[in-house]
T-cell receptor, first 115, second 112 residues
Framework: EAQVTQNPRYLITVTGKKLTVTCSQN?????MSWYRQDPGLGLRQIYY???????DKGDVPEGYKVSRKEKRNFPLILESPSPNQTSLYFC??????????????FGDGTRLSIL | AQSVAQPEDQVNVAEGNPLTVKCTYS??????LFWYVQYPNRGLQFLLK??????LVKGSYGFEAEFNKSQTSFHLKKPSALVSDSALYFC??????????FGTGTRLQVFP
């Protein structure tokens, strides 16, 4: 089954404790992206990757890191989490191409609470 | 800059009645427009898209959307709502680097 898998689904942690949210897709998609969803703000892009070893900042990259060493994986790293990073996070992937019209496939989300 | 607006936070409709969820956009060039639906505790699911061609686009679960270039709108519609359609709906436009720019979402509540 074609899917985007995120882990963990839920995490409660404390300020400053490094964490990684993993994302894996099995569709051989070039494009991958991380979003955060906050009430009243919709989804905002954190980082995206057009292909292996290529990553770029989205709209709200501060406090986050990503890597794309393999095509299928795109982990999101919070080196020193803070309470304002408490949010619902989504990973997405799609076939890529400038001006591509392909829809993005989303994971089921990771709810992070930073105390 | 590209942007999307969903003017209604919530839309309430009775089961069996037609529904409309509004979306307006602002883009330079030709827009690639999308609708996604989010059910509780799930990620966004693709419903339909407009790229070019017919202004009326048909999608999943009986939904359709009408592209109106003069009004810069892309409203989501369904002729007869179901209780199971209750969810959060997002309109989005794709920019030139494949980034999706989302609206703030509209919660659709269908009452039995």
């Amino acid at each position: 089954e074609a899917q985007v898998t995120q882990n963990p689904r839920y995490l409660i942690t404390v300020t400053g404790k490094k964490l990684t949210v993993t994302c894996s897709q099995n569709m051989n998609h070039e494009y991958m992206s991380w979003y955060r969803q906050d009430p009243g703000l919709g989804l905002r892009q954190i980082y995206y990757s057009m292909n292996v070893e290529v990553t770029d900042k989205g709209d709200v990259p501060e406090g986050y890191k990503v890597s794309r060493k393999e095509k299928r994986n795109f982990p999101l790293i919070l080196e020193s989490p803070s309470p304002n990073q408490t949010s619902l996070y989504f990973c997405a992937s799609s076939r890529q191409g400038l001006n591509s019209n392909q829809p993005q496939h989303f994971g089921d989300g990771t709810r992070l609470s930073i105390l | 800059a590209q942007s999307v607006a969903q003017p209604e936070d919530q839309v309430n409709v009775a089961e069996g009645n037609p529904l409309t969820v509004k979306c307006t956009y602002s883009v330079s060039g030709n827009p690639y427009l999308f609708w996604y639906v989010q059910y509780p505790n799930r990620g966004l699911q693709f419903l339909l898209k407009y790229i070019t061609g017919d202004n009326l686009v048909k999608g999943s679960y009986g939904f359709e959307a009408e592209f109106n270039k003069s009004q810069t709108s892309f409203h989501l519609k369904k002729p007869s709502a179901l209780v199971s359609d209750s969810a959060l709906y997002f309109c989005a436009v794709r920019d030139y680097v494949d980034k999706l720019i989302f609206g703030t979402g509209t919660r659709l509540q269908v009452f039995p």
